[in-house]
């Protein structure tokens, strides 16, 4: 959006001005070599008053001293300008820091205009393109100096036009190959508005009924980036202070020059954060999955607007036998490489969780791909599997912080969790420990921004956050434990305005567990009687939980899906049947060979179980194991 601003800092009234006119040559000098100021000396001098560009650079009565002060002192002007340009991070500061530098110093008002969108990187430019005007500042009386200027003054306010709107200019110009504003912009040098070129193009790039100032007191200025022009700049004079010279041009083209390359540098580092921070957020799971026994919540918050990208990650994977495995790591640095590697280990902890490895040996496996992707590629993180049935977690841990665990009755410890070495050292074991995981209670995973900072060590951190976990289950009671959303929120809220050093990934799993009345476990021998056998003892589960009409479904099901496990295992099967929100059946075996569903034709006797599962199945799937696989299917509890 344009801004017009209305005053401009250190701006003196014109009455002071008018005084300084008739100072001293030696108190001209003196403010003109302030470091504060670093301005052209005595910009608004009027003509002939010995002081102004005509006295110093006129042809006859040349002073060489006069003209050596002037000349450092534009010098020092734009060694000032630059470093206020260069200052700025962000396309809007830099454009802020052109006009803050040139108003009122060099010019008393400026336009700049930038193509629209702006080009990134090798984007081929396309023709025509729009220029749209991204600020416009210039120099104007308060209401109070207005009131007390003389009318003179007053008349000769510096702006395009006394009378006219705050909208000097056109929003938006189109430039059209071949035209005379394209011409100029392609000459890449700055011109003076009177010049022919620049008496075609400014029409052009400030709309129709537009005027600007006569003789040397409008330049148009070309933003050139790396590759293209980007831009333009148009400075401008009032009547009440000199001309632009042929020197001034120099001027211009270095503040063209040194914004152009600034608001090169903030595109492509804009696209560069972008991108790095789409990456590292597609990374990321979209939503929790919700397996049985276990509700989930996460956040993530990235470091700094300035420094978004990191390698935390968090993420939650369900497990044969209605577990889930737990994971949250972090990835030392702050790159689109350290989100890239984060990419890569949670991928590689997806597979090795598929596989249904033993915590350690997951971290095993994630260090072993951490030294393949580079020597210096060093994690940290933490795998831990949930079994609702056995109210039990088992957690290994590669030098990440340990986790939390919020009780019931409001009672918060920090595991006691080997550290381990960190993922990429190599040549490391790790080691897992298996922990009750009461009903009721709060696992609290998360990374180390949320307890390190510059103001705490680690330790310190997690005290405060154990503290902070405590205090919020008291005031839910002992009986209830505090919404999940909500605790995330309050533990988010304990971080200062000096502990956002790092990014945040926190993963936070209440622990409902699945009650023994609502599991049924057997062991079949694979014979031909054992899917007889289990349509009996799927028959009466059902019926002491009150799922009778479930009873021809899950039958028919049972019986399809242990069929399929004798006839290719060689150890006993396991059945076993969760009834929760829904029912679920699972079959296991020792045989690795995951069945697939396929069309049979009509002389075959086989191949069609698994069309009928997945009709009548709300949900089903197969998981590959270290010792076999395990079948599953899912049928709504309708009974309930």
Same mark, same amino acid.
């Given at each position: 959006?344009?801004?017009?601003?209305?005053?401009?800092?250190?701006?003196?009234?014109?009455?002071?001005?008018?005084?300084?006119?008739?100072?001293?040559?030696?108190?001209?000098?003196?403010?003109?070599?302030?470091?504060?100021?670093?301005?052209?000396?005595?910009?608004?001098?009027?003509?002939?008053?010995?002081?102004?560009?005509?006295?110093?650079?006129?042809?006859?009565?040349?002073?060489?001293?006069?003209?050596?002060?002037?000349?450092?002192?534009?010098?020092? #002007?734009?060694?000032?300008?630059?470093?206020?340009?260069?200052?700025?991070?962000?396309?809007?500061?830099?454009?802020?820091?052109?006009?803050?530098?040139?108003?009122?110093?060099?010019?008393?008002?400026?336009?700049?205009?930038?193509?629209?969108?702006?080009?990134?990187?090798?984007?081929?430019?396309?023709?025509? #393109?729009? %220029?749209?005007?991204?600020?416009?500042?210039?120099?104007?009386?308060?209401?109070?100096?207005?009131?007390?200027?003389?009318?003179?003054?007053?008349?000769?306010?510096?702006?395009?036009?006394?009378?006219?709107?705050?909208?000097?200019?056109?929003?938006?110009?189109?430039?059209?190959?071949?035209?005379?504003?394209?011409?100029?912009?392609?000459?890449?040098?700055?011109?003076?508005?009177?010049?022919?070129?620049?008496?075609?193009?400014?029409?052009?790039?400030?709309?129709?009924?537009?005027?600007?100032?006569?003789?040397?007191?409008?330049?148009?200025?070309? +933003?050139?980036?790396?590759?293209?022009?980007?831009?333009?700049?148009?400075?401008?004079?009032?009547?009440?202070?000199?001309?632009?010279?042929?020197?001034?041009?120099?001027?211009?083209?270095?503040?063209?020059?040194?914004?152009?390359?600034?608001?090169?540098?903030?595109?492509?580092?804009?696209?560069?954060?972008?991108?790095?921070?789409?990456?590292?957020?597609?990374?990321?799971?979209?939503?929790?999955?919700?397996?049985?026994?276990?509700?989930?919540?996460?956040?993530?918050?990235?470091?700094?607007?300035?420094?978004?990208?990191?390698?935390?990650?968090?993420?939650?994977?369900?497990?044969?036998?209605?577990?889930?495995?737990?994971?949250?790591?972090?990835?030392?640095?702050?790159?689109?490489?350290?989100?890239?590697?984060?990419?890569?280990?949670?991928?590689?902890?997806?597979?090795?969780?598929?596989?249904? +490895?033993?915590?350690?040996?997951?971290?095993?496996?994630?260090?072993?791909?951490?030294?393949?992707?580079?020597?210096?590629?060093?994690?940290?993180?933490?795998?831990?599997?949930?079994?609702?049935?056995?109210?039990?977690?088992?957690?290994?841990?590669?030098?990440?912080?340990?986790?939390?665990?919020?009780?019931?009755?409001?009672?918060?410890?920090?595991?006691?969790?080997?550290?381990?070495?960190?993922?990429?050292?190599?040549?490391?074991? #790790?080691?897992?420990?298996?922990?009750?995981?009461?009903?009721?209670?709060?696992?609290?995973?998360?990374?180390?921004?949320?307890?390190?900072?510059?103001?705490?060590?680690?330790?310190?951190?997690?005290?405060?956050?154990?503290?902070?976990?405590?205090?919020?289950?008291? %005031?839910?009671?002992?009986?209830?434990?505090?919404?999940?959303?909500?605790?995330?929120?309050?533990?988010?809220?304990?971080?200062?305005?000096?502990?956002?050093?790092?990014?945040?990934?926190?993963?936070?799993?209440?622990?409902?567990?699945?009650?023994?009345?609502?599991?049924?476990?057997?062991?079949?021998?694979?014979?031909?009687?054992?899917?007889?056998?289990?349509?009996?003892?799927?028959?009466?589960?059902?019926?002491?939980?009150?799922?009778?009409?479930?009873?021809?479904?899950?039958?028919?099901?049972?019986?399809?899906?242990?069929?399929?496990?004798?006839?290719?295992?060689?150890?006993?099967?396991?059945?076993?049947?969760?009834?929760?929100?829904?029912?679920?059946?699972?079959?296991?075996?020792?045989?690795?060979?995951?069945?697939?569903?396929?069309?049979?034709?009509?002389?075959?006797?086989?191949?069609?179980?698994?069309?009928?599962?997945?009709?009548?199945?709300?949900?089903?799937?197969?998981?590959?194991?270290?010792?076999?696989?395990?079948?599953?299917?899912?049928?709504?509890?309708?009974?309930?």
């Amino acid at each position: 959006m344009t801004e017009h601003p209305t005053s401009h800092e250190g701006r003196q009234p014109l009455a002071a001005r008018s005084q300084e006119r008739t100072r001293p040559r030696q108190q001209d000098a003196a403010s003109a070599a302030s470091p504060a100021t670093a301005a052209i000396p005595n910009p608004a001098a009027a003509p002939g008053s010995g002081t102004g560009p005509a006295a110093s650079t006129g042809p006859a009565g040349l002073d060489p001293l006069a003209a050596a002060r002037r000349e450092g002192d534009r010098l020092r #002007f734009v060694g000032a300008a630059t470093r206020r340009i260069a200052r700025g991070i962000d396309l809007d500061e830099i454009v802020l820091g052109l006009c803050r530098a040139s108003v009122p110093t060099f010019s008393d008002a400026i336009l700049v205009y930038l193509r629209d969108p702006l080009p990134v990187g090798d984007e081929r430019p396309v023709s025509p #393109f729009v %220029l749209r005007l991204r600020r416009s500042d210039r120099l104007r009386l308060s209401e109070e100096e207005t009131e007390s200027a003389p009318e003179t003054e007053r008349l000769r306010l510096p702006v395009i036009d006394p009378h006219g709107d705050l909208t000097p200019a056109a929003e938006l110009c189109e430039v059209r190959s071949g035209g005379a504003l394209a011409e100029v912009l392609r000459g890449v040098r700055p011109v003076f508005g009177d010049s022919a070129a620049a008496r075609a193009a400014l029409p052009e790039l400030l709309g129709t009924g537009r005027t600007v100032p006569t003789g040397h007191r409008a330049i148009l200025a070309p +933003l050139r980036g790396r590759r293209r022009v980007i831009g333009a700049a148009v400075f401008l004079r009032g009547t009440e202070r000199p001309s632009f010279e042929s020197n001034d041009l120099l001027v211009a083209a270095q503040l063209a020059t040194h914004t152009a390359l600034g608001i090169d540098k903030a595109v492509l580092y804009g696209r560069e954060a972008y991108i790095a921070d789409e990456l590292q957020r597609t990374m990321l799971p979209d939503s929790l999955p919700q397996p049985t026994g276990v509700r989930l919540a996460s956040r993530y918050l990235p470091a700094a607007e300035t420094a978004r990208v990191g390698g935390d990650w968090y993420d939650a994977i369900p497990l044969p036998g209605s577990r889930v495995a737990l994971v949250v790591g972090d990835v030392m640095g702050h790159s689109m490489t350290s989100a890239a590697i984060m990419g890569q280990l949670r991928t590689t902890a997806q597979t090795l969780a598929g596989l249904d +490895l033993p915590p350690q040996e997951v971290l095993h496996h994630l260090d072993e791909q951490a030294q393949r992707l580079g020597s210096d590629r060093m994690a940290t993180c933490l795998y831990a599997v949930y079994d609702p049935v056995a109210h039990r977690i088992t957690i290994a841990n590669a030098g990440h912080p340990p986790p939390v665990l919020l009780h019931l009755g409001g009672r918060a410890e920090v595991l006691r969790v080997p550290a381990g070495a960190p993922i990429g050292v190599g040549g490391v074991d #790790f080691e897992a420990v298996e922990l009750d995981a009461p009903a009721g209670a709060t696992l609290l995973l998360y990374t180390d921004g949320l307890v390190e900072s510059r103001l705490r060590d680690v330790w310190t951190g997690i005290e405060q956050l154990r503290e902070r976990l405590a205090a919020t289950a008291r %005031l839910t009671g002992p009986d209830h434990s505090p919404p999940l959303e909500a605790l995330c929120d309050d533990v988010l809220d304990m971080l200062g305005p000096g502990d956002r050093d790092d990014d945040i990934a926190l993963l936070a799993a209440r622990f409902d567990g699945i009650a023994p009345s609502d599991v049924a476990y057997w062991h079949l021998e694979p014979e031909e009687t054992a899917p007889g056998r289990a349509r009996r003892l799927a028959r009466r589960a059902l019926s002491r939980w009150g799922l009778d009409d479930l009873s021809d479904s899950v039958e028919l099901l049972v019986s399809e899906v242990v069929t399929n496990a004798v006839r290719y295992a060689e150890r006993p099967v396991t059945l076993r049947l969760l009834r929760t929100d829904i029912l679920r059946c699972e079959v296991g075996d020792d045989s690795p060979q995951l069945p697939r569903q396929r069309r049979a034709r009509d002389m075959d006797e086989g191949g069609r179980g698994l069309f009928l599962v997945n009709r009548l199945a709300r949900r089903w799937g197969a998981t590959r194991l270290s010792t076999g696989k395990v079948v599953w299917f899912e049928m709504p509890a309708r009974g309930q």
